[in-house]
């Protein structure tokens, strides 16, 4: 059974960099076929996909979000981090990893001085 689990800071002050990371247990984040991305729902908003990496390394931005995100990988954990930066409080938003068909529980970020 494939397993992803969100962990990072629930709170950021505006303008800091957001750094969150996936870890994943059941399959290998180098194998082919699947991309392994975040995606963030903000209160009262819709899901927003935001970027993912496959198994060869090849990423993949929303072009909304390009400019302040980066995503990238430690394979030797089977891990792979998102990066924000610049954040406003308009990221304020419950953040999930997914891939393969799963999804991670999700984890609360709230931007506040």
């Known amino acids: 059974q494939v397993q992803l689990q969100e962990s990072g800071p629930g709170l950021v002050k505006p303008s800091q960099t957001l750094s969150l990371t996936c870890t994943v247990s059941g399959a290998a984040i180098t194998a082919n076929g699947w991309c392994w991305g975040w995606i963030r729902q903000p209160p009262g908003a819709a899901l927003e996909w935001m970027a993912c990496i496959t198994g060869s390394g090849t990423t993949y931005y929303s072009p909304t979000l390009k400019s302040r995100t980066s995503i990238s990988r430690d394979t030797s954990k089977n891990q792979f981090t998102l990066q924000l930066n610049s954040v406003t409080p308009e990221d304020t938003a419950v953040y999930y990893c997914?891939?393969?068909?799963?999804w991670g529980p999700g984890t609360q970020v709230t931007v506040s001085s």
């Open positions: 997914a891939g393969a068909g799963y």
